[in-house]
């Protein structure tokens, strides 16, 4: 679905008109977008004539120009995806390289996708310690080097708790991390998600409710759908830009 939109230039906000004026003959890809237009086949048969929409769909993309599709966190996909790719990768005739993301576990639900498997290794000690020095002008102190080991070098950990650790008021003056400004009650998350739940709780409620309103619109969303969700409510959507919770786009 959101490759269609990005393709076609249509929005969740448009017409179903015109969603279906942009895809022209190829109707069952507005599947994708949550159109009915299946009528009566039978679901199997709706999914295989998806599908083979597709192939032809990128088959002639790729025919014009080299085509790159990413698709990412596979490890949450369903059987006919995975099984969709597979086709992708064997049977379109023309430039296109299909990468995919997904944690380990991928490995074990679609073993027979085609392809290289590139396993992304945590960073060594050394890729954090230059890491740092890219993101501090100043050394980094040996007890804040300490909070972030719990990341074991993953790096999408890392950003959230060195952000998480800022947010709670852990950098100094001059801008670097030092031991001396930790707050008394400072608590180091131990995931991911422990950390991000973390930062949202440092959020005023005026824009911690603004946050969760957008999540439900998806992963577009308009600031004047966002303040009727929170009862009209005037939230500092830059307060959430300056955290890296949303990003502005045109």
Do not use: Y
Request: proline share 8%; with cysteine; aromatic share 4%.
């Amino acid at each position: 679905g959101d490759m269609l939109k990005e393709h076609f230039g249509v929005l969740d906000s448009d017409r179903p008109e015109r969603l279906l004026g942009r895809i022209g003959e190829r109707r069952i890809l507005a599947l994708a977008l949550g159109l009915d237009v299946a009528g009566d086949l039978h679901p199997m048969v709706a999914r295989d004539r998806l599908h083979d929409a597709w192939l032809g769909f990128v088959g002639e993309l790729a025919a014009e120009r080299p085509l790159v599709l990413l698709v990412e966190d596979l490890h949450w996909a369903e059987d006919p995806l995975l099984e969709l790719l597979g086709r992708l990768a064997r049977e379109v005739r023309a430039p296109v390289l299909v990468v995919g993301t997904g944690r380990p576990e991928l490995l074990d639900c679609a073993p027979a996708l085609p392809g290289e498997w590139i396993r992304l290794e945590a960073l060594a000690p050394g890729d954090v310690e230059d890491w740092l020095g890219k993101l501090f002008p100043g050394e980094v102190v040996p007890d804040v080097r300490g909070l972030l080991e719990g990341a074991e070098g993953n790096p999408l950990f890392l950003e959230e708790l060195v952000a998480a650790l800022i947010e709670q008021g852990t950098v100094g003056p001059d801008g670097r991390l030092d031991r001396e400004h930790l707050p008394d009650d400072v608590v180091v998350p131990e995931s991911v998600q422990a950390v991000l739940a973390a930062r949202i709780d440092q959020l005023p409620p005026t824009e911690k409710a603004a946050l969760q309103a957008a999540s439900v619109i998806g992963r577009a969303f308009w600031p004047t759908a966002v303040r009727e969700l929170v009862d009209g409510d005037d939230p500092d959507l830059r307060l959430l830009e300056q955290r890296d919770f949303v990003r502005r786009q045109s």
